[in-house]
């Protein structure tokens, strides 16, 4: 019995060991950022590295601000972040109810044009989707970002297997008692898909406010520009100036981390739970 | 509700003699019918008749079928409509837009198949071909070990689980643009970079030794592929997690009492109950890494984002032939090579689907 309980105690120790190399080693690029985004450039550099340095330059944050409109592109990609995950949430949660609890005229063909875009990726169709906004006069506005994030078939996709996993008797006791169908989604299925809806929330919110290839495509004119994009800009006109790129680096990071720290305790059970895992 | 007519008492009886003989032989065969899915279908039909009689009945102008209907619209009709126009539309589009020459500007002409046999010729093509490929090679199997590894050791029951839970996910939910500026600096291909110092000062690798990662045709690949694996795993790791918690705790308690050890759990439990987590997570893996394009740009595209054959991929190409070279019929036909090797991808999951459900 004794030996056992050593055995045990060295496996566990072991595995606290691994545990904390391996969060060392996500951590470490995060921790770097951070320490040398209060270094000045010259010290970014300097082997063995100084993580907490000895003079912290605060002044990189109040520089960033003035160096690019990065107020400007934080404000663009709120904006667009907030539009896109709120009207992602509601149109996708409002047609799940529909495929997945109701029955109706054309429901098999309707979700059928959804399952067969889903396996289409969207680097396959940006090119005319690019003229026909273009053609539409929307090319170089945030409508455009707006229309092509917002209508996913993968939300309407995940929220429609959640809703399905929720008993039907539950809709049917509450059409029994006189309540209509906006009412049952209002009242009874969106108070119960939480963990689907943080997920959703995660996922639109994430792909949204760190997402490249689309305003780099759409965007032109730089006050309309995003954050990653102006980011980005910044990289490549002082690609040497590390300190503040650090900064303004951290700061596009805070806005994700607060989202996911607060829905992150639905994550796990979210992406149990919908089965879809893509 | 509906608006209800004065019923003409004639048009009533003439409805009713076609459909209640309908319903009769509905409910007949419903009773004779065996296979139940059959039935299920008959089921329905005899609903809808019953409901056109009650329509026919009482001379309401929409039956309950057809409210039903309405309000289902209803529901699906804002998102549906967006995505129609924006995605639908764009898709269809596509398959056109493949087999014709076009500049956005002028009118477009019929190509054929001269975009596709444009792409064999063409060396950016064919390295963006093969650099997707090898980095889908290496990605794939790399990404999958450290993602289960993680699972398992993140589903034991330690302390301070959550925390090393956010962790490992965090990398997947920050920016790009962020994490890649961070992994170029300490990646530097100078002697002076972040980990080439350590290789140097603690491995005592030679000077002349050190990688010039992204900045060397040999290396950047590699760089590219650990970076993905870094910043995807928690993801992974994610569905992982999901699909432990969906074996059996009576199965460890048996193989318990019959004294396995760690490893023989994992061996034959954990692994083979994870068949179809895996299979899921390898289609998944293997698409998303076909669509791979910012990591790459950001990475080895340096300040003027061009990328040279040592690291084009294939999204990249379909860019610059549309955006910068505006041969919109040929990036679309470079869009269909992806497409079709993403949809050979997903029917293996189809069929895969099959066997595992």
Redesign the interface.
């Known amino acids: 019995m004794k030996i056992n309980n050593t055995k045990t105690r060295t ?1 566990r120790v072991v ?2 060991a ?2 904390i190399m ?2 060392l ?3 470490v ?2 921790v ?2 951070l320490s ?1 985004s209060f270094k000045l450039d010259k010290d ?2 300097v ?3 100084q993580w907490i340095p000895a003079n912290p330059r605060w002044q990189n944050y109040v520089d960033i601000w003035n160096k690019i409109p990065l107020s400007k592109f934080a404000l663009n990609t709120v904006k667009l972040t907030l539009i896109v995950t709120f009207l992602q949430l ?3 949660s ?2 799940a ?3 997945g609890k ?4 054309g ?1 098999n063909i ?1 979700f059928l ?2 399952i067969a ?1 889903i ?3 969207w ?10 906004m ?1 053609a539409m006069g929307l090319a170089d506005t945030h409508l455009a970002i707006i ?2 994030q ?4 993968f ?2 996709f995940m929220m429609k297997q959640f809703y399905e996993g929720i008993p039907t008797e539950l809709c049917e006791a509450a059409r029994i008692d006189g309540m209509s ?1 906006y009412q049952i ?1 209002y009242k009874i299925m969106l108070p119960l898909s939480k963990p689907a809806l943080s997920t959703l929330t ?1 996922f639109t919110f ?1 792909n949204t ?2 997402d ?2 689309g305003p780099l ?1 759409y965007l032109t004119t730089e006050s309309k520009k995003t ?2 994009l102006g ?2 800009m910044f ?3 002082f ?1 040497s100036e ?1 300190g503040l ?2 900064a ?3 700061l ?2 805070i806005p ?2 607060i989202v ?2 607060s829905l ?2 639905y ?2 059970e979210g ?2 739970a919908t089965g879809v ?2 | 509700m509906a608006e209800t007519r004065a019923a003409d008492p004639k048009e009533v009886e003439r409805k009713l003699a076609v459909l209640e003989p309908q319903l009769k032989e509905l409910e007949q065969q419903v009773a004779a019918e065996t296979d139940p899915k059959k039935k299920e279908q008959l089921a329905k039909k005899i609903t809808r008749t019953r409901d056109k009689i009650r329509q026919a009945k009482t001379g309401e102008r929409l039956s309950r079928q057809t409210k039903r209907d309405l309000v289902a619209y209803s529901f699906i009709a804002p998102n549906f409509i967006g995505f129609a126009i924006f995605t639908l539309g764009p898709v269809i589009f596509a398959f056109v837009l493949a087999f014709v020459k076009w500049d956005g500007n002028n009118p477009m002409e019929f190509a054929g198949l001269g975009n596709f046999a444009m792409m064999i010729g063409n060396q950016r093509f064919m390295a963006s071909l093969r650099n997707t490929i090898v980095y889908c090679i290496a990605t794939v199997p790399f990404t999958l070990v450290c993602a289960l590894g993680l699972a398992v050791l993140l589903n034991q029951k330690i302390k301070g689980r959550n925390f090393f839970r956010t962790v490992s996910f965090f990398p997947y939910v920050a920016s790009l643009v962020a994490v890649a500026a961070v992994w170029n600096m300490l990646f530097s291909p100078a002697k002076n970079g972040p980990v080439n110092m350590i290789l140097y000062n603690v491995f005592h690798v030679a000077a002349k030794a050190l990688p010039k990662w992204s900045a060397d045709k040999d290396w950047v690949m590699f760089t590219i592929v650990m970076f993905s694996v870094w910043k995807n795993m928690g993801y992974y790791m994610v569905i992982y997690l999901a699909g432990l918690q969906g074996i059996n705790a009576e199965l460890y308690e048996a193989a318990s009492l019959d004294g396995t050890n760690t490893w023989q759990k994992f061996r034959f439990i954990t692994w083979p109950q994870l068949q179809p987590t895996t299979f899921f997570v390898t289609i998944i893996l293997t698409i998303n890494c076909f669509k791979v394009y910012d990591i790459v740009y950001m990475l080895a595209g340096g300040s003027s984002g061009v990328l040279n054959e040592s690291a084009i991929v294939l999204v990249y190409h379909i860019y610059e032939e549309a955006f910068r070279n505006w041969n919109l019929g040929y990036a679309s036909a470079a869009a269909m090579v992806l497409f079709l090797i993403v949809l050979a991808i997903t029917l293996i999951q189809f069929r895969g689907e099959k066997k595992y459900a």
């Open positions: 496996l595995l606290y691994v545990l391996l969060a080693l996500m951590l690029p995060f770097w950022m040398a970014v550099f082997f063995p590295i509601l149109t996708s409002f047609a109810y529909a495929f109701l029955e109706f005229k429901k309707l044009a959804y875009t396996a289409v990726p680097q396959v169709y940006m090119v005319p989707q690019f003229m026909m273009r229309c092509l917002a209508f996913s078939a939300g309407v169908e989604w995660i994430v406010w760190n490249f290839l495509i954050l990653q980011l980005r990289i490549s006109q690609g590390y790129i650090m303004a680096s951290v596009s990071l994700v981390l996911f720290l992150q305790k994550f796990v992406v149990a895992k893509g």
